[in-house]
């Protein structure tokens, strides 16, 4: 018979304060700013609630924007009645978010460090920001973190309810932010290199991802009349396959490109809920790229680069505020040491390197899927956030003797593959 696993009551208590504390620290002298892609999720929660439709006007169904998040609001709105307080909501997402990324660290370097993992990522947290705005990062982080660490524990225990839960978690983000259509895919291949066995898990992670995403990419076909996947608008595109503005926005950032009268002219309605992508910045998009495709590439190399070395949360941009610049590319410069130390410290166990592989491999495919854009700092948070679990491990790794690297943490899969067995 499988024993239940026990949860100390000075874990529980930690947990608490740190809850409080993230909570006191997130809601000090601000208040909720609903812009840009807040004002649009709040048009379709709204018109969700009269209509049951997902659409700006109350007439056509929007395609351009995932529905998730915006039925996350429209659940709120029935109840209190209006978005006053929804900044608790954020936080409590973005906890949770934070409680699955310790879980994660707990299982591969212990509870101890999981916890610490846990109290760094409230104190020193660059992401608050993001609870001040109807912005959909929080609870996608939420659904990512939780579907990966379903996935490991099902590599781990071979119980079938947790692939199950993984696949329905990884499409539930989709509906949130579209960037994990495609991850599955690389499940399966982390899992062919490292567990062969548990081809199994990955197709079932698969095929749920698949029914659970299906529905809307139908609809969206329907209401588009062709195949339209879950993307919000072609601005990004547009501004990297554009040399001037792909400058401008090195420089200034996002402000300095919607300044300027060219994007302008070029995002006429764009912005005002409009409910499919604009076909007027796609086909600037498409020309820039047949004129110039080198250019194009190399922008698209130069972005990746600006944008990995960028700190979460901050605005240091090299015209406005180059010591800040330079002071981010320094910090993500350390975290990266810190991550490579605990791929190489996690690798040495056999039962953490599917982890390692699964950790590394999302920041991997989601600079690849979002290579060919400009890529704003928040789309980069939940690999940041899954990166942490490996700063970690490289952290204890540099305390602790290399031969006691992974010993709780393989201690803790050992428990779990004898009750694994004693279940079966």
Known sequence: MRRPRTIRPYVISICLVLLAMHIWLGERNRT???????AEYLQMARNLLLTGEFTYDGDHPVVGKPPGFPA???????IVGSVDGFQYVQLLLLFGAYGLTALLAE???????????????????????????????????????????????ALRSGRVLWPIAAGILFGASTYVRPVNLFWPLV??????ITRRKRLRTGLIVLLLHAAVVAPWLVRNSFAAGRCTPMVANWGPLYIVTDEPLYRIHRREGVV?????????????????????????LRRAAMSNIRNDPAGYIGRCLGQAAFAWTYIPGTRGHLSSAPALFALGRIMMGLLGLLVLFGVRAAWRSRDHRTATVMLIGYALYTGVILLPVITEARYLLTPYLLLA????????????????????GDQGALIEKQQAREAE
Request: glycine share 8%.
């Open 256 to 280: 300095g490109v919607s300044q300027t009268e060219e994007f302008q002219r070029l995002i006429v309605d764009e912005f005002q809920f409009n409910p499919v992508p604009s076909e007027r």
């Open 107 to 153: 299982q591969i370097i212990g509870p101890l460090w999981g916890l610490a993992l846990l109290a760094t990522l409230v104190v020193i947290d660059p992401l608050r920001e993001l609870t001040y705005g109807l912005f959909a990062e929080p609870l996608f982080m939420l659904f990512t973190v939780a579907g990966v660490y379903a996935l490991l524990r």
């Open 32 to 38: 909720l700013v609903v812009a840009s892609d807040g």
């Open 72 to 78: 996350i609001v429209a659940a709120y709105l029935s």
């Open 389 to 408: 679990v490996l700063a970690m491990t490289g952290i204890r790794s540099l305390i602790r003797r290399p031969d006691r690297g992974t010993r709780a």
């Open 187 to 192: 499940v399966i291949v982390g899992i062919y």
